[in-house]
């Protein structure tokens, strides 16, 4: 896991060592081993490495083909073993024990469809001095990120944005329409990002430059449509295949030349993965986990009995609201965008553990509940769809009540209010997005917060149109179930839980996640499962589950699911919070930055000095105004 | 809990508009308009708790759940109407 950023010269001009040195000195964090900076003339690679694969050989920027190829990468390619062997019978010969030198040597052989022989996380650009072609990819889930921006003369490509901010020529603006889809969907689209001119490249997607073109192609999806090829076969066959290849994913994400832990959150999905490593790492297995000091949030009794039940070595790091307050802008630092939850800071904490621990690589178990079937959402749209086709049923809205049982507030309304507000209209049932139409209805109404200018500097865009240019041509045709797993999937899992939550955290202290469930082939093994697999009524994760059998402890296999979440805004109001928030959310400050109106911040603002604010709306009000300030104030000049 | 006055219907809806508006809306009056539904619109999948404890603490008045319908809560007027009921009923 590394850092990596780069220039292309879009005029005559040559690359220039201090600007790459600039931009790469801002990614220290992901890559403290090592750095290097390789000028070609018009383009320049630069790499911050930290280093788990051929301690010795694996240094960056790296060649092949005798200096006419040049590579920065980062990630990992865990079939890279396998790929060598490919390789070297076809006549490739190799220098170093590294997965880099097989990605250059795939490129050699396959030109820009070596992606489809990589199975891992990777963002990456090789420069081909022959051809004056820059070709950049990033992973299939994007699990690591890659930004890119156009100056006057140049493109330029980072891990973070902060490595593009270095560059004095490339603006710092907020987006207004990256915002509206934030406080729409909690994510953008990519290739939009909450800064005005910057891009990502979108997961399972390339990008070439070549003279001033700049070509972004898709070369992966998983395909949802091939139920028919698992229709003949039994459920505990199908069990024994995932299981099969999450063993396979597993093993081959524990290469690795430096020793491997394991996150346990206390659910399903961790604990799986723990187990897995444990049958290849035997009684050396270290595992680690966030308690809260706040009984709602805390699963520690779960983790401790996991790690009872599996024998591994345990170490739990505990978080408190102070914690919270205090680490909040360097979480800011790190996402580069703005948020509605505090979640990602428990995993900065964890992080840090793993890293003082001694450890670099964590395997863990994101992915599954996007991909298996696990999330409320898709619950909440199988009731309210089965409720829309008897609109005059008065018991079948009761099942409203069977949602979110650990959100107590919500188990307290009254069925009336429920009905009217997951309430379903013929509209509603005919569109793609019917699964996340109540959420993003709730998150839109924080944007009543934007200041009148701000408001008119959005405009008429239409985050919901935008979004509809992005999902596949058929998309309206797909099956309901499905529809809700591509919008969680494709968008909130890369732009939320695997960048704010994962990379961005994790390599805050410069630890490397990886993920057995996002392994393209459990991925495109999941997309073929017929939907009553995956939530068998109402019950989440089926075969999941059923695949667990005798590896996971009945008591987690049973347990009623509680995603992860943490304490949000009233961290910032407590006693001793550091005076960052107040400062920040002051009308003042709240003028001077132009994004949110200062009369309906203090609104908020008292209400959570007062002690009134209690509900899901008001956290992530407040957690989505200071999350923006702070960014603001971060990156954006006055 | 606030000791109960009496009541104006000005008053109270005057009350109960500046809630809502504050409490769903972030203060944002021009967000407002007084026909508007309340149920799925301003009041959202866990806000009917705090405009019933509002109106309990304000009001005095006992408010049951069977009484959490749209007649009684879906307006302003409708909110406005039920809370004056409880209030005189209560008298």
Same mark, same amino acid.
């Given at each position: 896991?590394?850092?990596?950023?780069?220039?292309?010269?879009?005029?005559?001009?040559?690359?220039?060592?201090?600007?790459?040195? /600039?931009?790469?000195?801002?990614?220290?964090?992901?890559?403290?081993?090592?750095?290097?900076?390789?000028?070609?003339?018009? /383009?320049?690679?630069?790499?911050?490495?930290?280093?788990?694969?051929?301690?010795?050989?694996?240094?960056?920027?790296?060649?092949?083909?005798?200096? *006419?190829?040049?590579?920065?990468?980062?990630?990992?390619?865990?079939?890279?073993?396998?790929?060598?062997?490919?390789?070297?019978?076809?006549?490739?010969?190799?220098?170093?024990?590294?997965?880099?030198?097989?990605?250059?040597?795939?490129?050699?052989?396959?030109?820009?469809?070596?992606?489809?022989?990589?199975?891992?996380?990777?963002?990456? /650009?090789?420069?081909?001095?022959?051809?004056?072609?820059?070709? +950049?990819?990033?992973?299939?889930?994007?699990?690591?990120?890659?930004?890119?921006?156009?100056?006057?003369?140049?493109?330029?490509?980072?891990?973070?944005?902060?490595?593009?901010?270095?560059?004095?020529?490339?603006?710092?603006?907020?987006?207004?329409?990256?915002?509206?889809?934030?406080?729409?969907?909690?994510?953008?689209?990519?290739?939009?990002?909450?800064?005005?001119?910057?891009?990502?490249?979108?997961?399972?997607?390339?990008?070439?430059?070549?003279?001033?073109?700049?070509?972004?192609?898709?070369?992966?999806?998983?395909?949802?449509?091939?139920?028919?090829?698992?229709?003949?076969?039994?459920?505990?066959?199908?069990?024994?295949?995932?299981?099969?290849?999450?063993?396979?994913?597993? *093993?081959? %994400?524990?290469?690795?030349?430096?020793?491997?832990?394991?996150?346990?959150?206390?659910?399903?999905?961790?604990?799986?993965?723990?187990?897995?490593?444990?049958?290849?790492?035997?009684?050396?297995?270290?595992?680690?986990?966030?308690?809260?000091?706040?009984?709602?949030?805390?699963?520690?009794?779960?983790?401790?009995?996991?790690?009872?039940?599996?024998?591994?070595?345990?170490?739990?790091?505990?978080?408190?609201?102070?914690?919270?307050?205090?680490?909040?802008?360097?979480?800011?630092?790190?996402?580069?965008?703005?948020?509605?939850?505090?979640?990602?800071?428990?995993?900065?904490?964890?992080?840090?553990?793993?890293?003082?621990?001694?450890?670099?690589?964590?395997?863990?178990?994101?992915?599954?509940?996007?991909?298996?079937?696990?999330?409320?959402?898709?619950?909440?749209?199988?009731?309210?769809?089965?409720?829309?086709?008897?609109?005059?049923?008065?018991?079948?809205?009761?099942?409203?009540?069977?949602?979110?049982?650990?959100?107590?507030?919500? *188990?307290?309304?009254?069925?009336?209010?429920?009905?009217?507000?997951? %309430?379903?209209?013929?509209?509603?049932?005919?569109?793609?997005?019917?699964?996340?139409?109540?959420?993003?209805?709730?998150?839109?109404?924080?944007?009543? =917060?934007?200041?009148?200018?701000?408001?008119?500097?959005?405009?008429?865009?239409?985050?919901?149109?935008?979004?509809?240019?992005?999902?596949?041509?058929?998309?309206?045709?797909?099956?309901?179930?499905?529809?809700?797993?591509?919008?969680?999937?494709?968008?909130?899992?890369?732009?939320? +839980?695997?960048?704010?939550?994962?990379?961005?955290?994790?390599?805050?202290?410069?630890?490397?996640?990886?993920?057995?469930?996002?392994?393209?082939?459990?991925?495109?093994?999941?997309?073929? =499962?017929?939907?009553?697999?995956?939530?068998?009524?109402?019950?989440?994760?089926?075969?999941?589950?059923?695949?667990?059998?005798?590896?996971?402890?009945?008591?987690?296999?049973?347990?009623?699911?509680?995603?992860? %979440?943490?304490?949000?805004? *009233?961290?910032?109001?407590?006693?001793?919070?550091?005076?960052?928030?107040?400062?920040?959310?002051?009308?003042?400050?709240?003028?001077?930055?132009?994004?949110?109106?200062?009369?309906?911040?203090?609104?908020?603002?008292?209400?959570?000095?007062?002690?009134?604010?209690?509900?899901?709306?008001?956290?992530?009000?407040?957690?989505?105004?200071?999350?923006?300030?702070?960014?603001?104030?971060?990156?954006?000049?006055? | 809990?606030?000791?109960?006055?009496?009541?104006?219907?000005?008053?109270?809806?005057?009350?109960?508009?500046?809630?809502? &508006?504050?409490?769903?809306?972030?203060?944002?009056?021009?967000?407002?308009?007084?026909?508007?539904?309340?149920?799925?619109?301003?009041?959202?999948?866990?806000?009917?708790?705090?405009?019933?404890?509002?109106?309990?603490?304000?009001?005095?008045?006992?408010?049951?759940?069977?009484?959490? &319908?749209?007649?009684?809560?879906?307006?302003?007027?409708?909110?406005?109407?039920?809370?004056?009921?409880?209030?005189?009923?209560?008298?």
């Amino acid at each position: 896991m590394c850092g990596i950023s780069g220039v292309l010269k879009l005029d005559d001009g040559q690359a220039d060592a201090s600007q790459l040195g /600039a931009m790469i000195a801002t990614l220290s964090h992901r890559g403290p081993d090592a750095s290097g900076v390789r000028l070609l003339g018009p /383009a320049g690679l630069a790499h911050a490495r930290l280093s788990i694969l051929d301690l010795q050989g694996g240094a960056q920027p790296m060649s092949a083909a005798n200096a *006419r190829l040049w590579i920065t990468f980062n990630g990992e390619i865990f079939n890279y073993i396998e790929l060598r062997e490919e390789l070297v019978g076809k006549g490739y010969q190799f220098t170093t024990r590294s997965d880099t030198e097989v990605i250059l040597h795939a490129y050699q052989a396959y030109g820009e469809e070596c992606v489809h022989h990589l199975n891992g996380q990777w963002a990456f /650009a090789i420069w081909d001095a022959a051809e004056q072609n820059l070709f +950049l990819s990033r992973d299939r889930a994007g699990v690591r990120p890659l930004f890119y921006t156009q100056s006057r003369d140049s493109f330029l490509f980072a891990s973070e944005i902060k490595a593009l901010f270095a560059c004095p020529e490339v603006g710092r603006e907020i987006d207004p329409f990256g915002m509206d889809q934030i406080f729409t969907f909690w994510v953008t689209v990519p290739p939009r990002t909450a800064f005005k001119n910057i891009c990502q490249v979108p997961p399972g997607h390339s990008l070439t430059v070549k003279g001033n073109s700049i070509r972004v192609q898709q070369y992966w999806s998983a395909s949802y449509l091939r139920s028919g090829e698992v229709q003949n076969r039994t459920e505990a066959e199908l069990a024994e295949e995932l299981l099969h290849l999450l063993q396979d994913a597993t *093993r081959i %994400r524990l290469r690795s030349d430096v020793p491997v832990g394991a996150y346990l959150s206390g659910g399903i999905d961790s604990t799986l993965i723990t187990a897995l490593v444990g049958k290849v790492v035997g009684n050396r297995l270290r595992s680690f986990s966030i308690a809260f000091d706040d009984a709602q949030f805390d699963e520690s009794s779960y983790q401790q009995e996991a790690s009872s039940f599996l024998g591994t070595q345990h170490s739990t790091v505990s978080c408190s609201h102070a914690d919270i307050a205090e680490a909040f802008p360097d979480i800011i630092r790190y996402t580069e965008q703005p948020l509605l939850r505090t979640a990602p800071v428990p995993m900065f904490l964890l992080s840090k553990l793993v890293r003082d621990s001694g450890f670099k690589v964590v395997l863990t178990g994101e992915g599954a509940d996007e991909i298996l079937g696990g999330y409320d959402i898709f619950k909440e749209a199988k009731i309210r769809r089965f409720w829309g086709r008897s609109l005059e049923s008065t018991w079948r809205p009761l099942l409203l009540k069977r949602m979110y049982p650990y959100l107590q507030e919500f *188990r307290r309304q009254p069925t009336a209010n429920l009905k009217h507000f997951f %309430r379903v209209t013929s509209a509603d049932l005919a569109s793609p997005f019917f699964s996340h139409l109540p959420r993003w209805a709730l998150t839109t109404r924080l944007k009543l =917060l934007l200041s009148a200018d701000f408001r008119a500097a959005i405009g008429d865009y239409d985050a919901l149109g935008e979004l509809e240019t992005t999902v596949p041509e058929a998309f309206g045709s797909w099956p309901h179930f499905t529809q809700g797993e591509y919008l969680e999937s494709r968008y909130f899992l890369s732009g939320y +839980l695997l960048s704010s939550q994962g990379d961005r955290m994790a390599m805050a202290h410069s630890v490397e996640g990886r993920y057995p469930f996002l392994d393209y082939r459990v991925q495109e093994f999941a997309a073929k =499962l017929p939907v009553n697999l995956k939530m068998k009524v109402l019950n989440e994760k089926y075969l999941l589950k059923r695949a667990c059998q005798g590896i996971v402890p009945p008591s987690i296999l049973h347990r009623t699911k509680q995603p992860y %979440r943490a304490p949000d805004g *009233r961290c910032f109001f407590k006693e001793g919070a550091p005076p960052y928030a107040h400062d920040l959310l002051s009308p003042c400050a709240i003028k001077k930055r132009g994004i949110f109106d200062a009369q309906a911040v203090s609104a908020l603002v008292n209400k959570f000095k007062a002690g009134n604010a209690s509900s899901v709306r008001d956290d992530m009000a407040l957690v989505g105004v200071l999350s923006t300030q702070l960014l603001a104030a971060e990156y954006i000049n006055q | 809990m606030q000791e109960p006055q009496s009541m104006e219907t000005t008053d109270t809806e005057h009350e109960i508009r500046s809630f809502l &508006v504050d409490n769903f809306l972030f203060g944002r009056a021009d967000a407002w308009h007084d026909d508007m539904s309340l149920l799925g619109n301003v009041i959202d999948s866990t806000g009917a708790i705090e405009l019933v404890m509002f109106l309990q603490d304000r009001f005095a008045i006992t408010i049951e759940d069977t009484e959490l &319908v749209p007649e009684n809560f879906d307006t302003l007027n409708n909110v406005v109407s039920f809370v004056e009921r409880k209030f005189h009923s209560k008298a």
